[in-house]
């Protein structure tokens, strides 16, 4: 109702309506109302304020279930209230839910300034943030719907475009037989055929953290267009990254991709996920595998910062020949022998993380993962969204993407695309300066660098001694000198794959729209059930923790102070202080919790039957009811805060006694684990383990947010 107005006999059609309609007239007038009674057959509200006369009582007529207004004293004699304790988050969420739904991004400080002015009264950011998050779930539709709907939505991107495959997978707890959400995989029909029509033999791949509620990561692999910009090829949401989630992704995109012999020929790169490695071995033993140097730096420079160290690293890194390797790496050692022990451990091979050992079939020399990192950053508000709402998100936004791209190739003149373009432009200005060319008579010519050294270049095999050109497929310097000398066009040793018609054929795959939810055919196989979740104290957290070196502050021109000095008091160890510290703890004493029962007094119950002996009670005044509603209310919040002073005591006890076990098993979990012990999960499937004799039972906090999101 948007100006209700009210008379006596006016009919309402049930007890929630009327409810409604005296909180938008209550809020619109700035007036605090107190309901005396409140169910489904009366309602009597008076107003707040001493000495009020406005007062209406309803109740329902006598052979239906109509409520009518019975008496009605539409006077008011108090001042407007700004802060207004009628204004309700489930209020806000029906008044504003349109508005919200069109700006998804409305940030809650803006929001909640918006709301206060159009209805004249206060509203808090954190009620503006509830009501808009209430909002977001009533447009979307329920959690537990869209888990329930996965296999329509795969149905309906498969009648869109058939070459697209999916593959939804479940688990069946013992305590029941209706499935449970554990992945799904999705590969586009234009995505896959895409990435086949130009795109080079190196993937990507990477994982992120979902922020719904019921948690989960994403697993993403993404390729390399002809623009050397990144074009995604398939996406999966897991419940956890393992090696069983990613032999699981694997095996489905070497099958949609066609990837024959083990994997030969091809390269991955990574950030050396959980369980990626294994799986890597698994699946395809014979590719090559790259590791992300920048994540391999941000490890570096814990154990060995300074700009000094920094810059050694990167140059072992970029070398692109074994000499030059090899004499980087001496000068690490010079500086740090124990640095030097950390590059050249086991674990981490030059082959993976060395130009000098990449291979030369893929025409890509890229070092770090940073296609799937921005692909990551890309899709983070839809991160945070339900299942079904995350994948068409994602796919509107490549939809839109690949349009997009598409156009402004199509206006592009040139027969090279303009990034690799680029690169030629900045190599022809350094052989012009840099070097100075010889032929032998035929296609192999020797490059005399500006500083004294040599290369050679074979033209007609496309390599150069420097291995620039063998790993990118752009000509180097040393090459466009040597070509030039030829008096040829450097263009035209440009690899294919950089080539405009490679990058139209790539991006002539176009996504197809498909339908809204509404629009979508049921299967007849049984509801799919949201995964087990249990829901931490506090406010959920989205932002993901950033590394020192991407801390900035407010200002953007400072970065955030690295705490270095930090030692324990107690047990002298880095890395905590005394008060953290968990060793040596005072043992917990047991607080027993004393339920308090109401009783009655028995002066109380002799006066209460001698009134009742005297005869009916006279009707109590308006101030008096207001009085009784107050005190009624006062008694509920004192309820609920000692109820919860009860809990945080008994929650502090259990923390106190389980100390000195925590810090008896973090001993025990030091020592070395034996060989074919598989390790322990914290967060596991719920059914995926048959000879559990018992499931976990959700906390009664995890109940109510089922049951709220299933509204």
């Known amino acids: 109702m948007k100006n209700p107005a009210f008379k006596l006999k006016m009919k309402f059609a049930t007890a929630q309506i009327l409810r409604d309609a005296l909180r938008e007239h209550a809020i619109q007038g700035g007036w605090e109302y107190v309901f005396i009674k409140n169910d489904k057959t009366r309602i009597q509200v008076v107003c707040k304020e001493d000495n009020c006369p406005f007062d209406l009582f309803a109740s329902k007529m006598q052979y239906e279930s109509t409520l009518m207004v019975k008496s009605y004293d539409p006077v008011h004699k108090c001042p407007r209230k700004f802060n207004n304790s009628m204004v309700r988050q489930t209020y806000l969420t029906s008044k504003f839910k349109d508005q919200i739904a069109l700006n998804e991004s409305w940030k809650p400080e803006s929001l909640a300034k918006t709301m206060s002015a159009s209805i004249k009264a206060r509203v808090s950011k954190s009620m503006a943030y509830r009501a808009k998050r209430a909002a977001l779930l009533e447009v979307e539709g329920s959690i537990i719907e869209q888990y329930a709907r996965l296999r329509d939505y795969g149905r309906e991107l498969q009648r869109a475009d058939p070459a697209t495959i999916i593959d939804t997978k479940c688990a069946f707890p013992t ?8 992945r799904m995989y999705i590969c586009l029909g234009a995505l896959k055929n895409g990435f086949k029509a130009g795109c080079r033999t190196i993937i990507g791949l990477d994982g992120a953290h979902l922020k719904s509620c019921f948690g989960g990561q994403s697993l993403t692999a993404v390729g390399i267009d002809a623009n050397n910009t990144s074009w995604v090829i398939a996406y999966a949401m897991v419940e956890a990254e393992s090696k069983d989630s990613w032999m699981w992704f694997l095996e489905l995109m070497v099958s949609d991709l066609n990837i024959e012999h083990e994997g030969r020929g091809w390269t991955f790169i990574s950030d050396k996920q959980k369980g990626l490695i294994p799986a890597f071995k698994e699946v395809v033993p014979r590719a090559h595998i790259r590791f992300c140097v920048r994540h391999m730096w941000t490890n570096f420079t814990k154990l060995f910062p300074g700009k000094v160290m920094k810059d050694q690293m990167w140059a072992c890194a970029k070398s692109t020949t074994l000499p030059y390797f090899q004499k980087e790496m001496e000068d690490m050692k010079a500086l740090d022998f124990d640095a030097y022990k950390w590059l050249t451990a086991k674990d981490r091979p030059a082959i993976h993380w060395c130009r000098a050992y990449f291979n030369t079939d893929g025409d890509c020399d890229i070092m770090i993962n940073n296609l799937c990192e921005s692909f990551n950053s890309w899709i983070l508000e839809a991160r945070g969204k339900p299942p079904v709402t995350m994948f068409e998100e994602l796919r509107v936004k490549l939809m839109k993407r690949v349009a997009m ?45 500006i500083e004294g050294s040599k290369n050679v270049v074979n033209l007609r095999m496309r390599t150069c001694t420097c291995r620039w050109w063998d790993l990118s497929g752009i000509p180097c310097k040393h090459a466009i000198s040597a070509i030039y000398l030829k008096r040829h066009d450097p263009d035209d040793y440009v690899a294919a794959c950089y080539l405009k018609k490679t990058y139209m054929s790539i991006y002539n795959n176009l996504i197809q729209p498909v339908n809204s939810m509404d629009l979508w055919s049921r299967t007849e196989d049984p509801a799919i059930l949201p995964p087990q979740y249990s829901r931490q104290p506090g406010r959920p957290k989205t932002a993901r923790m950033k590394d020192a070196s991407e801390r900035v502050q407010e200002g953007g021109v400072k970065l955030a102070r690295v705490q270095r000095s930090l030692r324990c008091s107690n047990c002298k160890q880095v890395g905590h202080n005394l008060k953290t510290c968990q060793r040596h703890l005072p043992p917990k004493e047991k607080v027993t919790v004393v339920n308090k029962k109401r009783k009655l007094n028995t002066q109380e119950e002799q006066t209460s039957e001698n009134q009742s002996k005297q005869g009916k009670k006279s009707p109590m005044t308006k101030n008096e009811l207001r009085q009784k509603a107050k005190e009624r209310d006062e008694y509920q919040r004192k309820k609920k805060a000692a109820l919860k002073a009860s809990r945080l005591e008994a929650n502090k006890s259990t923390s106190k006694r389980s100390r000195p076990v925590q810090a008896a098993s973090t001993q025990q979990s030091s020592r070395p684990v034996q060989a074919g012990s598989a390790p322990t999960s914290t967060r596991s499937v719920q059914g995926s383990n048959p000879s559990t004799k018992k499931a976990a039972t959700p906390s009664r906090s995890s109940q109510r947010v089922r049951q709220n999101s299933g509204k």
């Not at 029941?176 to 554990?182: E, R």
């Not at 206006?411 to 010889?438: F, W």
């Open 175 to 182: 305590t029941s037989n209706l499935p449970v959400f554990k």
């Open 405 to 449: 791209r598409k156009e402004k190739m199509e206006a592009y003149h040139g027969n090279i695309c303009p990034k690799p373009r680029v690169v030629i432009e900045k190599n022809k200005l350094r052989a012009a300066t840099d070097c100075i060319s010889t032929f032998n008579g035929g296609d192999i010519a020797e490059v005399e660098n």
